[in-house]
C-alpha cells in the first residue's frame, strides 16, 4: 500500500509545509570521504518516494517565478534540475520543502510510511570569529540536545561517522568560519546524513568543493542510486548531469524539457534553455 502525502497551495505557515521542513532541517545526505572507496556497502537499502509536480505555481508580487511546472521524479533515480539562475530551481526546492506559497499540486508517494527528507544547502556563511566547532555544528543540526552540552551518545557515532566519510573527522574541533568553503560544504553533506533519508534534495552541492571531493561526491550518487534513495539535485555543471543523471529536467520558470540526459542536453535544447526569454515549453 502506497503512503502519499499531498502538499496542497499553502503558505510558509501550513503545517504541511512546516513539518516537511522540520524533517528536512533535521536530517543528513550521504557523505564524501578522501579513500579511494565510498562505503556502498554500509549503506541501507531503502526505498524512496516518487515526487509529482503538478501546475506549481509561484507568483511574488507581480514577478511569476513560477509558471504551471509539472513533472515527475522516479524513485530510487537520480534527478536532476538544470537552468539558469533566477530560473526558479531553488524556489521550487523551496516549495517542496514548505518555505514558499505556491498553487498547484505537489505530491509525494511514498511506499509506505512517510519516510526522512534530507536537504543540503547551496552554502552557508559562518563569521570566522564565531566560537561554533564543526562538532558544535553537526550537533545543533542533528540532535536535540543543546549543542553547549556536547554530542549526544545517541548520535555521537553517527556524527563521528559521518564526519569521516566526508574527510573531516581530523577537524572536528575548527571553527565553522574557519574552514574553506569546500570543507564547509562538506560538513553541510554529513550533516544531510542523519538520519539516513529516504528522499534527498542537493541545492548545487559541487559549488565549493575542491576536485577530491567532486570525485567522492560523484561516487555517492551511484551509492545513492543503489541504495533505493531519490535524489533531486540542482546543478550547473552539465558535463557531470550528463553522466551522472538518470533524467534532467530544464527549468527557466516553466518546464522548457523533461528527458534522458542523452536526449536532454542538446545545443538547442541549452540554447532555449539558458536564454533570457525562453521562446516555448516545448
Given amino acids: ?20 521542513l522540520a ?4 536530517q543528513s545526505t550521504s557523505s564524501l570521504n578522501d579513500t579511494p572507496h565510498s562505503r556502498a556497502g554500509s549503506l541501507p537499502q531503502v526505498s524512496g518516494p516518487t515526487l509529482d509536480f503538478a501546475e506549481v505555481s509561484l507568483t511574488l508580487g507581480r514577478t511569476t517565478i513560477l509558471d504551471k511546472v509539472t513533472f515527475q521524479i522516479q524513485p530510487g533515480s537520480v534527478h536532476a ?15 517542496l520543502l514548505g518555505q514558499m506559497p505556491h498553487q498547484g499540486r505537489l505530491s509525494l508517494q511514498w511506499p509506505g510510511e512517510p519516510g526522512t527528507i534530507g536537504y543540503v544547502p547551496q552554502a552557508l556563511e559562518f563569521d570566522r570569529g564565531l566560537p561554533m566547532t564543526v562538532d558544535d555544528f553537526m550537533a545543533a543540526m542533528c540532535q536535540r540536545r543543546p549543542a553547549f552540552l556536547g554530542l549526544s551518545k545517541h548520535y555521537a557515532a553517527a556524527i563521528a561517522e ?9 577537524k572536528r574541533k575548527r571553527r565553522m568560519g574557519a574552514l574553506s568553503g569546500g570543507e564547509r560544504q562538506r560538513v553541510l553533506l554529513a550533516q544531510g546524513l542523519i538520519p539516513s533519508p529516504q528522499l534527498l534534495v542537493l541545492d548545487e552541492p559541487m559549488s565549493a568543493l575542491d576536485e577530491a571531493g567532486i570525485q567522492v561526491f560523484e561516487r555517492l550518487l551511484g551509492d545513492w542510486r543503489q541504495s533505493g534513495i531519490t535524489v533531486l539535485w540542482i546543478e550547473h555543471d552539465l558535463e557531470a548531469v550528463g553522466r551522472l543523471a538518470d533524467r534532467v529536467t530544464g527549468l527557466n ?12 542536453l542538446t545545443p538547442e535544447r541549452l540554447l532555449t534553455l ?5 521562446r516555448s515549453a516545448a
Fill in 1 to 20: 500500500m502506497t503512503a502519499q502525502e499531498t502538499i496542497s497551495p499553502t503558505t510558509p505557515e501550513s503545517p504541511v509545509g512546516a513539518s516537511l
Fill in 23 to 26: 524533517k528536512a532541517s533535521r
Fill in 81 to 95: 534540475l538544470v537552468g539558469p539562475n533566477g530560473g526558479g530551481k531553488s524556489s521550487l526546492i523551496k516549495t
Fill in 162 to 170: 559521518a564526519l569521516e566519510r566526508v574527510g573531516m573527522q581530523d
Fill in 253 to 264: 520558470r516553466w518546464v522548457l524539457f523533461d528527458a534522458t540526459p542523452k536526449q536532454a
Fill in 274 to 278: 539558458f536564454s533570457t526569454h525562453p
